[in-house]
């Protein structure tokens, strides 16, 4: 049979195989040639034995956390408490690119912000690169976006990505943590990666994504997962977009056409500094 793993505990993976979930083990050979298991793989598998016979080839896969095969993130975005912090967005945003992953920016806790002025600029900005934004209080909008996705959800810890959860499907009542106001931020509570059924697709809720770090990634991979760059001719083939004559990328910047907090996260990405001639 063809099943997914929904959830691993030591090593009991948990298939679910349309209505049930079936615990198993891996065949030896596996743990021979070091094959591991992630929470979303497809794998075929007995179910009288209850063993998998074999990982079928994955979409996409991260190392941390250990999950697979997702289609889209909903990247949870607090707006105060923890403050709103767009190096981060950017960070998980180009990270979820580099892994053909849609990234969906859900913004929380507006109703503790006096002036939602000041996030109007940037919010519109990544609409009009063309990506989802949406409040979590726009609950039927995020409910069809699951529908027949794999979806992972992330962000800042304590932005609220539980709680996000706990409303879409009162069933579940995750536990939810209160943000440190000495350190501005939450608390993990999510303890394991499992997959959750939500809103007609299945999602997962996973405490890895609290620092991600770009380092695996090259210059080039990072410059060309800025996808607003694309946009903009550039004279130079392998050009980086730093200060350059005739580079359309930096005269974009310039021109204020690239949000420019955009701009110095790309050159923070990729170990360089802003300096504007």
Wanted: charged content about 30%; proline content about 3%; some cysteine.
């Amino acid at each position: 049979m063809k099943g997914q793993i929904v959830k691993i505990v030591s090593d009991l993976h948990y298939v679910k195989y349309e209505n049930s979930v079936y615990p198993c083990k891996c065949r030896g050979y596996m743990r021979h040639e070091h094959i591991l298991p992630l929470v979303g793989d497809y794998v075929l598998f007995d179910t009288e034995k209850l063993v998998i016979d074999r990982i079928e080839p994955r979409k996409n896969c991260f190392k941390r956390p250990k999950v697979s095969n997702i289609d889209q993130a909903f990247i949870i975005t607090s707006l105060v408490v923890p403050d709103f912090s767009l190096n981060l967005l950017d960070k998980f945003i180009i990270h979820m690119e580099l892994n053909h992953v849609e990234p969906i920016i859900i913004i929380t806790k507006g109703d503790l912000v006096d002036d939602m002025n000041k996030f109007d600029e940037d919010l519109e900005y990544y609409k009009k690169i063309g990506y989802k934004v949406l409040f979590n209080t726009e609950l039927d909008e995020i409910s069809k976006l699951l529908k027949d996705k794999v979806s992972v959800f992330t962000g800042q810890t304590g932005a609220g990505k539980s709680t996000l959860i706990n409303k879409l499907d009162s069933t579940y009542d995750i536990e939810v943590g209160e943000v440190s106001l000495a350190l501005g931020r939450g608390r993990h509570t999510t303890r394991e990666t499992s997959m959750y059924e939500l809103c007609g697709g299945l999602c997962i809720d996973t405490p890895g994504f609290s620092a991600l770090d770009l380092g695996d990634y090259s210059k080039e991979e990072i410059r060309d997962a800025f996808i607003e760059f694309k946009n903009y001719n550039c004279e130079y083939r392998d050009c980086m977009h730093k200060n350059t004559d005739n580079c359309g990328v930096y005269e974009a910047v310039l021109d204020n056409n690239i949000l420019k907090s955009r701009y110095i996260n790309y050159l923070k990405f990729i170990g360089d500094d802003y300096n504007e001639s």
